[in-house]
C-alpha cells in the first residue's frame, strides 16, 4: 500500500489541524494505521494508531484528549484530528500501515508515507 499525508502547516499554539492519509494499491480494511512523529534531534515517536477492526484505539499520554485518529475505508483515507496544539507537537507527521491488527510500534509498521510538517508557533 502506498500512503500520501497532507494538511500539515503552520498553526499558533492552541490552533487546529487535520491530517489526512490517503492510501493506494490496496485497501485499508485490512491493515492497522498509525500516525508517527520525529522532531528535530529526537527519535521517530508513535502518536496514535487505530486498529483494522475499526474500535481499537491507541493515544500516547501527551495529546490523549488532543487528538483524533479516524479512518474511512471507503475514502481509503486515515486522518488525524489535532486540536489544542501546543509547540512541542512540532513534528514531522508521518503515516504509516501494518497489515492485520498489530501494537502501535514503529518496528511493526511496513508502510510509510513521505510525512507533512506541523509547525506550531507563535
Known amino acids: 500500500v502506498q500512503l500520501v499525508e497532507s494538511g500539515g502547516g503552520l498553526v499558533q499554539p492552541g490552533g487546529s489541524l487535520r491530517l489526512s492519509c490517503v492510501a493506494s494499491g490496496s485497501t485499508l480494511d485490512y491493515y492497522t494505521i498509525g500516525w508517527f512523529r520525529q522532531a528535530p534531534g529526537k527519535e521517530r515517536e508513535a502518536v496514535t494508531c487505530?486498529?483494522?477492526?475499526?474500535?481499537?484505539?491507541y493515544y500516547r499520554d501527551s495529546v490523549k484528549g488532543r487528538f483524533t485518529i479516524s479512518r474511512d475505508n471507503v475514502k481509503n483515507t486515515a486522518y488525524l484530528q489535532m486540536n489544542n496544539l501546543k509547540p512541542e507537537d512540532t513534528a514531522v507527521y508521518y503515516c504509516a500501515a501494518a497489515v492485520g491488527f498489530r501494537l502501535c510500534v514503529i518496528s511493526l509498521f511496513g508502510s510509510w508515507g513521505q510525512g507533512t510538517q506541523v509547525t506550531v508557533s507563535s
Open positions: 487505530i486498529g483494522n477492526n475499526h474500535g481499537s484505539t
